[in-house]
């Protein structure tokens, strides 16, 4: 079994699992989840979770969402997560979410707080929530982080395609729309994460333009990729140039899928190995710049 | 009437917040812009020969002027056209001969991109942090690039994080020139809204929206007013109420947040002061004018006035 990193998973631990328990998409996966959420996850189901889908290392990201239907800030910190990043620094990295709607005199204003992440916690990527925030990617308040991630030379996850289910947000991320800041920063390395339902043709262009670009593919699961994306992925039109086994990693977005599943349905769609390998490994630990011994 | 001691002019000197480089080796750069025609023959021709930091320094003394501050230009021959840029090295010498009479001031340009040599962030962090420079002046006019565009967020961060203030062209744009009206006064609002620490000096006086710009100086303690153009004799009577009005909000008025400058080679000092002496200010306010208010903008307070010269560079 290829060894794999999972380049999204979630932190709902129960200390801080009440910050979420307020989004709709608890109600929409059905009641059981409802249950599992009021409880979280302990970091040992994350671990084990791994273990049984062959992953070595997952990306931790420290969420940052504005809950419109909560009416909380739902957020855990980078610092709230340093115990557990730093108890399991060989099975997790961190992702620093970030809010790009507080204000300058706010600790968490994103360029400061992005950079202490990154420079004394040693996270090694930048996320924003773009639809917890309302905003879109071409948004100019994002600009600021966007160059702030350029001089720190890490990598940006923002979520594309539909809003959350359920989560009452605006779908304000259609992969397009990410057109004007790859030019703006054609040196930024923008991570896309999910597909893009219901546009992963947009994604799958973005990726093909722009060799920056990558897609994180973590929803929808892999049984439920399209041909063209899967296409895209085992060879491009112009193989030498754009095919996309560069450009695209796996991830599961524990716990909202199940690992072991997902990478069952991975393992099913038949990838060659080398293609597979650069999907669940390579490719993250390029962007991400992780240390991996091999 | 009784003056206080501190307010007679012969007591202090004047600090010019804007002059630009227009230097004899590089100035005839500059000559592809229309503005200089439209202005006559005799410009064209000075403007071929450039003015040097002697000439500038003399210039100042008769004006009493203490210090200037003097700007790397970045401009381009009208929108899309070629870029006509003055790097911050080619004034590094200048600041270095003369740190008691001249202050960098760094021009940037808003296009250029992240890799470049001159790419704004990173070139305004090179030049506060290892060359000394005061602050940033942008004209956006000659580049098309809205004020309140995406890609000034970038700028206008990096210069809230190092605490600098940015100068930048408001109004129209340059006669004659293919430049653009990209700095509506009221523009300035949504970027002081999302930089709320950002210090904004408004340059050329907003022309034609001159109460536009008042209105957002009286609102936001942030914006500054710099009527550098056209000269004082023609400064539009809502910057002289402005300036002129006390009492109905502290901190906010005019004498606290109006800058006096020469846009050097436009104005020379010597007669832009005459100038302000003919507009009847109370002498408090013509030495905020002059001189007080830049230092506050420009955290020159650090250095006492009168005992250290105020403009030190690297």
């Known amino acids: 079994m290829i060894r794999a990193i999972d380049a999204c998973v979630n932190p709902f631990f129960p200390e801080f699992i009440s910050r979420f328990n307020g989004f709709g998409y608890w109600k929409f996966l059905g009641q059981d989840w409802e249950t599992k959420a009021r409880k979280g996850w302990p970091v040992e189901d994350l671990l084990g979770a791994m273990d049984r889908s062959g992953v070595d290392k997952a990306g931790l990201v420290a969420f940052w969402a504005s809950s419109p239907s909560s009416g909380d800030r739902s957020f855990v910190t980078a610092r709230e997560l340093l115990p557990v990043l730093k108890a399991h620094s060989d099975r997790l990295f961190g992702v620093v979410g970030l809010n790009p709607l507080l204000p300058v005199s706010d600790q968490y204003y994103a360029p400061r707080y992005l950079e202490q992440a990154v420079r004394e916690y040693g996270f090694k990527a930048a996320h924003v929530g773009l639809h917890w925030f309302d905003m879109a990617p071409e948004d100019k308040r994002l600009y600021p982080i966007y160059e702030k991630c350029l001089e720190l030379d890490i990598p940006i996850v923002l979520p594309l395609g539909a809003a959350p289910p359920r989560s009452g947000l605006r779908s304000v991320a259609e992969p397009h729309r990410l057109d004007p800041v790859i030019g703006d920063f054609l040196n930024l390395k923008i991570v896309g994460q999910s597909v893009g339902y219901p546009w992963e043709r947009e994604s799958v262009y973005l ?42 990693m796996w991830g599961s977005n524990f716990p909202l899928n199940d690992p072991v599943k997902a990478r069952g349905e991975f393992d099913a769609i038949g990838f060659a190995d080398t293609i597979a390998a650069q999907l669940l490994h390579d490719n993250a630990v390029r962007v991400f710049k992780l240390d991996v011994k091999n | 009437m009784v003056q206080t001691k501190s307010s007679t002019k012969d007591d202090y000197k004047a600090i010019d ?40 320094v003399e210039m100042m003394d008769r004006g009493n002027v203490e210090c200037s501050f003097l700007i790397s230009l970045c401009s381009a021959n009208g929108v899309g056209g070629e870029e006509i840029m003055v790097p911050a090295e080619e004034i590094l010498p200048i600041l270095q001969k003369y740190p008691d009479r001249f202050v960098g001031m760094l021009g940037i340009s808003p296009v250029r991109k992240w890799g470049d040599k001159y790419y704004a962030p990173t070139y ?59 700095a509506r006064p009221i523009w300035i609002d949504e970027i002081v809204r999302d930089f709320p620490t950002l210090r904004v000096i408004a340059l050329h006086s907003g ?9 957002l100086a009286i609102t936001n303690e942030n914006v500054y007013v710099c009527p550098d153009v056209p000269p004082p004799r023609l400064w539009h009577a809502s910057i002289l109420t402005y300036l002129k009005e006390e009492g109905r909000f502290e901190g ?45 903008v420009f955290r020159l307070d650090a250095v006492k006035a009168g005992q250290q010269p105020l403009a030190r560079t690297a």
């Not at chain 2, 006019?141 to 100068?167: F, Q, S, T």
């Open chain 2, 17 to 56: 917040i804007s002059v630009n480089a227009f230097l004899p080796e590089s100035s005839y750069k500059h000559l592809p812009l229309g503005l200089w025609k439209a202005s006559g023959p005799a410009w064209e021709e000075k403007v071929r020969n450039g003015w040097s930091a002697e000439y500038m």
């Open chain 2, 252 to 296: 906010m008025h005019g004498s606290d947040k109006v800058l006096w400058a020469t846009d050097f080679p436009l104005q020379e000092p010597e007669t832009s002061l005459k100038e302000i002496d003919a507009l009847g200010l109370r002498p408090e306010i013509r030495r905020k004018l002059v001189r007080d208010n830049a230092i506050k």
């Open chain 1, 207 to 248: 990726a093909r333009n722009n060799g920056n670009f990558s897609i994180l593919a973590n929803s929808p699961t892999p049984a439920h990729w399209i041909p063209d994306f899967v296409g895209f992925i085992k060879q491009g039109r112009f193989p030498k140039y754009d095919a996309g086994s560069d450009q695209v």
């Open chain 2, 207 to 215: 022309y034609p929206w001159e109460d536009e710009l008042v209105a």
């Open chain 2, 124 to 182: 305004i962090e090179r030049a506060i942090k290892d060359h000394g420079f005061k602050g940033v002046h942008m004209y956006p006019h000659w580049y098309g690039v809205r004020i309140n565009d995406r890609r000034m967020y970038p700028i206008y961060e990096k210069c809230a994080e190092l605490d600098v203030p940015i100068a930048f062209q408001t109004g129209q744009g340059t006669m004659r020139s293919n430049s653009r009206v990209v």
